[in-house]
């Protein structure tokens, strides 16, 4: 389970269409270079936002990213959390496995995604939907 | 009641039209640059007949009736063009604020029960609400269809394939690599590798701002297609940042030549068709015969 944080900053975004992954990834870094994180923690978040925000657009057809600036024990960081109303993930230990794919991909986006950040948290139920939160600290 | 507005309008229609032209054509207002006089009282023209022609007693009350499509379909060309001829939404939706100044004038002029003066204007301020709220829709619409005009614009001219050298191509991706994108690429560049008979393809993705797996993948069946042909693909513009992502994503591309910028492939692909370039010194220059 996520610890709690300190919000300093929200908004959130919807992917509905393919277009809007690009809008949002650029929101993303504009929020990650407003904490002064660092080039490389900057592409690893903006990319595990990419995977993450493609495969809902994928499996359940959109959904909604909620942005937020955060603290906690005085390091401050980026969260996200993807919301979907999709059919859900029958067996969440299956889909974070490397090469695993029901849609004809290569199999990393959920396992990388999670590599690539510094938390992350999945929740899913069959026919209700998933929801993932990840966070990347700038200094992490 | 209603009855009698409609009649009145019909029978001021000629001075309700000269008045909003009036209106339209106030320096502050006009567009002479984007829409001459003619064409706007032409607008203005058609929009007031079906207006007059289509306004029943019954949906005067209800804006949703059937009897405003020819009006809403008029309205919604009419701003579909504006939105394309460059108006502003502010100049756009003058256009119905300035009729609905008319009309209310126009009432006041006429009616003189204070009651029913209220009443009236209620009703023509929802209708005409109504037709401005469909403008702005319908500008809305024109100004999206720019954009799209635009976004398939860019998607075309930014898939240039080079011929670097005899025999080899070079191909700088920039932006987003989709499914559609690299279906246009995969096509431009097999092509010519066929009719340049090229032996190697350059794949330079410098420009890409992010590396996620679908982007990969995308690369891989670019790369395996090119080898079909019997050509060798080099991708480069790898940065530091994207190849240390592409590690931890899990992404395997060790099956591929990769390099970090397009001059060191471009020198790998000399060493593939044996080629050597080097730099003229005066122990050299004696091979090489004066032009």
């Given at each position: 389970?996520?610890?709690?944080?300190?919000?300093?900053?929200?908004?959130?975004?919807?992917?509905?269409?393919?277009?809007?992954?690009?809008?949002?990834?650029?929101?993303?870094?504009?929020?990650?270079?407003?904490?002064?994180?660092?080039?490389?923690?900057?592409?690893?978040?903006?990319?595990?936002?990419?995977?993450?925000?493609?495969?809902?657009?994928?499996?359940?057809?959109?959904?909604?990213?909620?942005?937020?600036?955060?603290?906690?024990?005085?390091?401050?960081?980026?969260?996200?959390?993807?919301?979907?109303?999709?059919?859900?993930?029958?067996?969440?230990?299956?889909?974070?496995?490397?090469?695993?794919?029901?849609?004809?991909?290569?199999?990393?986006?959920?396992?990388?995604?999670?590599?690539?950040?510094?938390?992350?948290?999945?929740?899913?139920?069959?026919?209700?939907?998933?929801?993932?939160?990840?966070?990347?600290?700038?200094?992490? | 009641?209603?009855?009698?507005?409609?009649?009145?309008?019909?029978?001021?229609?000629?001075?309700?039209?000269?008045?909003?032209m009036e209106n339209q054509l106030t320096p502050a207002r006009v567009r002479e640059d984007l829409i001459s006089s003619d064409d706007l009282r032409a607008d203005?023209?058609?929009?007031?007949?079906?207006?007059?022609?289509?306004?029943?007693?019954?949906?005067?009350?209800?804006?949703?009736?059937?009897?405003?499509?020819?009006?809403?379909?008029?309205?919604?060309?009419?701003?579909?063009?504006?939105?394309?001829?460059?108006?502003?939404?502010?100049?756009?939706?003058?256009?119905?604020?300035?009729?609905?100044?008319?009309?209310?004038?126009?009432?006041?002029?006429?009616?003189?029960?204070?009651?029913?003066?209220?009443?009236?204007?209620?009703?023509?301020?929802?209708?005409?609400?109504n037709l401005l709220i469909i403008t702005f829709e319908t500008y809305i619409k024109g100004r999206e269809e720019v954009i799209l005009a635009q976004t398939d614009e860019i998607a075309e001219i930014s898939i240039p394939v080079i011929r670097v050298w005899d025999g080899i191509l070079a191909l700088p991706i920039i932006?987003?690599?989709?499914?559609?994108?690299?279906?246009?690429?995969?096509?431009?560049?097999?092509?010519?590798?066929?009719?340049?008979?090229?032996?190697?393809?350059?794949?330079?993705?410098?420009?890409?701002?992010?590396?996620?797996?679908?982007?990969?993948?995308?690369?891989?069946?670019?790369?395996?297609?090119?080898?079909?042909?019997?050509?060798?693909?080099?991708?480069?513009?790898?940065?530091?940042?994207?190849?240390?992502?592409?590690?931890?994503?899990?992404?395997?591309?060790?099956?591929?030549?990769?390099?970090?910028?397009?001059?060191?492939?471009?020198?790998?692909?000399?060493?593939?068709?044996?080629?050597?370039?080097?730099?003229?010194?005066?122990?050299?220059?004696?091979?090489?015969?004066?032009?």
């Amino acid at each position: 389970m996520i610890k709690t944080a300190i919000l300093l900053a929200t908004e959130h975004m919807s992917i509905l269409r393919e277009e809007d992954v690009v809008p949002f990834r650029y929101r993303v870094k504009e929020c990650a270079a407003g904490i002064k994180m660092g080039l490389v923690n900057q592409t690893y978040l903006i990319t595990a936002a990419s995977e993450l925000a493609r495969n809902m657009l994928k499996y359940a057809d959109g959904g909604i990213v909620l942005i937020e600036t955060i603290e906690r024990d005085g390091e401050t960081g980026i969260r996200l959390m993807f919301k979907d109303q999709g059919p859900g993930i029958e067996d969440v230990g299956l889909a974070l496995k490397d090469g695993f794919s029901t849609g004809g991909s290569l199999g990393v986006g959920l396992p990388g995604a999670k590599r690539l950040v510094n938390e992350f948290e999945i929740a899913s139920e069959p026919g209700k939907g998933t929801s993932v939160t990840i966070i990347r600290w700038a200094n992490g | 009641m209603a009855t009698e507005i409609i009649k009145l309008l019909k029978d001021k229609q000629a001075i309700i039209l000269e008045r909003w032209m009036e209106n339209q054509l106030t320096p502050a207002r006009v567009r002479e640059d984007l829409i001459s006089s003619d064409d706007l009282r032409a607008d203005s023209v058609a929009l007031i007949t079906a207006l007059v022609s289509n306004l029943k007693e019954k949906s005067l009350n209800d804006t949703d009736s059937a009897d405003f499509n020819p009006i809403t379909e008029l309205l919604g060309s009419i701003s579909f063009s504006r939105a394309k001829q460059g108006f502003s939404p502010r100049e756009t939706g003058l256009f119905i604020v300035g009729l609905k100044e008319v009309l209310i004038a126009v009432i006041q002029e006429e009616v003189k029960d204070p009651r029913q003066l209220v009443d009236l204007s209620l009703k023509i301020h929802r209708l005409m609400d109504n037709l401005l709220i469909i403008t702005f829709e319908t500008y809305i619409k024109g100004r999206e269809e720019v954009i799209l005009a635009q976004t398939d614009e860019i998607a075309e001219i930014s898939i240039p394939v080079i011929r670097v050298w005899d025999g080899i191509l070079a191909l700088p991706i920039i932006g987003t690599l989709d499914s559609a994108r690299t279906q246009v690429i995969m096509e431009a560049l097999l092509t010519e590798i066929v009719e340049s008979s090229s032996d190697i393809a350059i794949l330079d993705i410098s420009g890409v701002p992010t590396v996620d797996s679908m982007v990969a993948q995308h690369l891989l069946k670019t790369v395996s297609a090119t080898r079909l042909l019997g050509a060798t693909c080099i991708i480069s513009g790898i940065r530091p940042e994207i190849a240390q992502t592409i590690v931890h994503l899990g992404i395997d591309l060790s099956s591929i030549v990769t390099k970090s910028t397009m001059a060191s492939a471009l020198q790998h692909a000399f060493q593939l068709l044996r080629l050597e370039v080097y730099k003229r010194t005066p122990a050299n220059a004696s091979h090489v015969k004066p032009e």
